[in-house]
Structures are given as C-alpha cells and as structure tokens.
C-alpha cells in the first residue's frame, strides 16, 4: 500500500514535466517519424506522385528502387559533389571560428569591440540563403565583380562569357557556406569556453604553460562537446545542402557548372517533381540519404566521444589478469 502511494506520488511530481515534454513528441510523430515511415514504405514501390494519378495503386518493388538509384550517374555525382561542398565550407568554418573564439575569451588579449566584432561576424547568418545567393550570382554574372576579376587574372580568357569551372562552382557554394555559418560557430563556442572554469587557466599560467599549450591542453579538451554539436549540425546540414546550389544551378548563363554543383536533395526534388514524378525512387534516394547522415552522424559521436572510462576499464581488466597470473605462477 505504501510503494503504491509512493509511486503515484512520484508521478503527480512530474506531471508538468510530462506536459512540457508532450509537444516535442507529438509533433516529432506527426512531422518527423510519421513522414519518415511513409518514405521507406514508398521506396519499396514504383509511387508516382499522387496528383498525376490519385487513384493509382503502389505496386511492391522490392529493393529495384535503390538498385535504379546506386546505378544512375546522376545521384553519384550528387552523391560527390555533396560531402565535398560541405567539407570544402566547414573547415575553415571551424577554423576561423575557433580563432574568433580563441581570441574573444583571452583574459591576456582582451579584444577591444568585441560586441561590434560579434555582430559583424554573425550578421551573413541573419541573412537568407536566397538572399546571399542573389548577391553571388550577381557577382559572378558576365561584367559582375568576382568575374572581372577573373578576367583581369586571366581565368576567364573571354569577358563576354560567364565563368565555367566545375570547381569555381563548388568553391562558390563553399565560401557561401563557410561565410554564412562561422559567426554562427563562433558564437556557440564562445559559449563553451566562457563555461570553463577560469581556475584551470590560471592554474596553467602558473605553472608557465603558454597560451598555446593552455589551447590544446585545456580549451580543447573541454569544449569537445560543444565541438561535436558543431559537428554533427553541420553535417547533418550539409547533407541536406539544397538553396544555395540550386540557385547556381538554375541561374541563367550559368548551366555550365549545374551538375558540378548539384546535391542530393536537389537530386530527390528533380526525380520527384519533374519528368516522370518518380516519387519511389525519390523515397529511396531520400532513404540512402538519411542513412549515410546516420552513419556519418554515428561515426562522430564515436571519434569524438569520452573512451576515458572503457579504456580506465580495460586497464583494469589487464591489471587484474596480470596480478593473477603472477598469483598463479608464485
């Protein structure tokens, strides 16, 4: 009788806390998971889309979808062109944002404007993707600033036509990007270092440990959460890259580097929405797509996960043995 009152107890406690958790799950099920199983569902079919034929019956193809989608040459140049974008954007993203944040939350460099400085560099995030977009391909049109450039450099041996390069395309998307998301970047991990204990710091300068040693020995360490948070977002966002390609792509004169810098979502949206509305074989390229973000996804939370604890097991472990075999042999 008294576990019983103690259990009901326990649960009139949390009552709020399970309405204010409600909302989340609710709407993941109907937005997220429900969407998520009609894909997979629909990948194993030859589903057109539902306005060419609302009556039309879904015949069960098995895995011939995924097999049509890892043969055409289309979602591996996707398939290419995606990771390389992202990664070409993110590394300097991090970089320069972990400088930034470096520099901000040194006690010795003491920055002067840092509020100025942070807006500035935050402000690319504010602006919209199509915006920013506009801008670029204002910039590289025929007579636009970057191509004038280009033509004085001699890239462009012909100011009258428009600039064709596979990789000038990719590297215009990953400067976007990369412009775009570091203050972003910046700022959450400013975040993270501010949340350090000022002690271990102060501890290390005592002990002479230069600005340096200080970064890799302590802020590193540290901020790894907040790192793998980066991370993860990031990559989850660049596999899922489609505004700012696809206003390249579709941008006139500028054709000649559309599939160079055509992604996966833009992939799915072509065979869903256009030609033959192949809406299963869109379900399955979406299907891969999500399973390589989990993969990947699951990669990083390993390599940058905390093995402190399994590896402090498994000396343990070694340790215990070689006692007793010592035991066993004396």
Same mark, same amino acid.
């Given at each position: 009788?008294?576990?019983?009152?103690?259990?009901?107890?326990?649960?009139? &406690?949390?009552?709020?806390?399970? +309405?204010?958790?409600?909302?989340?799950? +609710?709407?993941?099920?109907?937005?997220?998971?429900?969407?998520?199983?009609?894909?997979?569902?629909?990948?194993?079919?030859?589903?057109?889309?539902?306005?060419?034929?609302?009556?039309?019956?879904?015949?069960?193809?098995?895995?011939?979808?995924?097999?049509?989608?890892?043969?055409?040459?289309?979602?591996?140049?996707?398939?290419? $062109?995606?990771?390389?974008?992202?990664?070409?954007?993110?590394?300097?993203?991090?970089?320069?944002?972990?400088?930034?944040?470096?520099?901000?939350?040194?006690?010795?460099?003491?920055?002067?404007?840092?509020? #100025?400085?942070?807006?500035?560099?935050?402000?690319?995030?504010?602006?919209?993707?199509?915006?920013?977009? +506009?801008?670029?391909?204002?910039?590289?049109?025929?007579?636009?600033?970057?191509?004038?450039?280009?033509?004085?450099?001699?890239?462009?041996?012909?100011?009258?036509?428009?600039?064709?390069?596979?990789?000038?395309?990719?590297?215009?998307?990953?400067?976007?990007?990369?412009?775009?998301?570091?203050?972003?970047?910046?700022?959450?991990?400013?975040?993270?270092?501010?949340?350090?204990?000022?002690? #271990?710091?102060?501890?290390?300068?005592?002990?002479?440990?230069?600005?340096?040693?200080?970064?890799?020995?302590?802020?590193?360490?540290?901020? &790894?959460?907040?790192?793998?948070?980066?991370?993860?977002?990031?990559?989850?966002?660049?596999?899922? =890259? #489609?505004?700012?390609? $696809?206003?390249?792509?579709?941008?006139?004169?500028?054709?000649? #580097?559309?599939?160079?810098?055509?992604?996966?979502? =833009?992939?799915? &949206?072509?065979?869903?929405?256009?030609?033959?509305?192949?809406?299963? &074989?869109?379900?399955?390229?979406?299907?891969?797509?999500?399973?390589?973000?989990?993969?990947?996804?699951?990669?990083?939370?390993?390599?940058?996960?905390?093995?402190?604890?399994?590896?402090?097991?498994?000396?343990?472990?070694?340790?215990?043995?070689?006692?007793?075999?010592?035991?066993?042999?004396?």
């Amino acid at each position: 009788m008294a576990s019983s009152f103690k259990t009901r107890a326990k649960l009139e &406690k949390n009552y709020f806390g399970y +309405i204010f958790i409600a909302p989340f799950f +609710i709407t993941y099920l109907i937005f997220q998971l429900t969407p998520l199983i009609n894909t997979i569902r629909y990948s194993l079919t030859n589903a057109k889309a539902w306005y060419m034929d609302p009556n039309q019956n879904f015949d069960f193809v098995g895995l011939d979808q995924f097999k049509a989608v890892l043969e055409d040459k289309f979602f591996k140049e996707a398939y290419y $062109n995606t990771p390389v974008m992202w990664i070409m954007g993110f590394i300097p993203q991090i970089l320069i944002a972990l400088l930034l944040a470096s520099w901000f939350t040194n006690e010795k460099i003491r920055v002067k404007g840092q509020g #100025f400085f942070k807006v500035v560099f935050y402000m690319p995030n504010i602006m919209t993707a199509a915006t920013i977009g +506009i801008l670029f391909l204002a910039f590289i049109r025929s007579n636009g600033f970057i191509h004038n450039i280009c033509v004085s450099i001699g890239y462009v041996k012909d100011e009258r036509y428009a600039i064709n390069s596979e990789w000038f395309g990719r590297g215009i998307v990953a400067f976007i990007n990369f412009w775009m998301w570091y203050g972003q970047t910046m700022i959450v991990l400013i975040a993270g270092i501010m949340g350090i204990n000022p002690s #271990f710091f102060e501890a290390a300068s005592i002990d002479g440990a230069s600005g340096w040693q200080s970064f890799w020995k302590i802020t590193m360490p540290l901020v &790894k959460p907040i790192l793998l948070y980066s991370l993860v977002t990031s990559l989850i966002g660049g596999w899922q =890259m #489609f505004d700012v390609p $696809n206003m390249f792509a579709e941008g006139d004169n500028h054709a000649a #580097f559309s599939r160079d810098v055509t992604t996966l979502v =833009m992939y799915i &949206k072509k065979l869903a929405y256009t030609g033959q509305f192949q809406v299963g &074989k869109a379900c399955a390229a979406s299907v891969l797509l999500f399973a390589t973000t989990a993969v990947c996804s699951l990669i990083l939370f390993y390599i940058m996960g905390d093995h402190s604890e399994a590896k402090a097991k498994r000396l343990e472990k070694k340790r215990a043995k070689q006692a007793a075999m010592e035991g066993g042999d004396y």
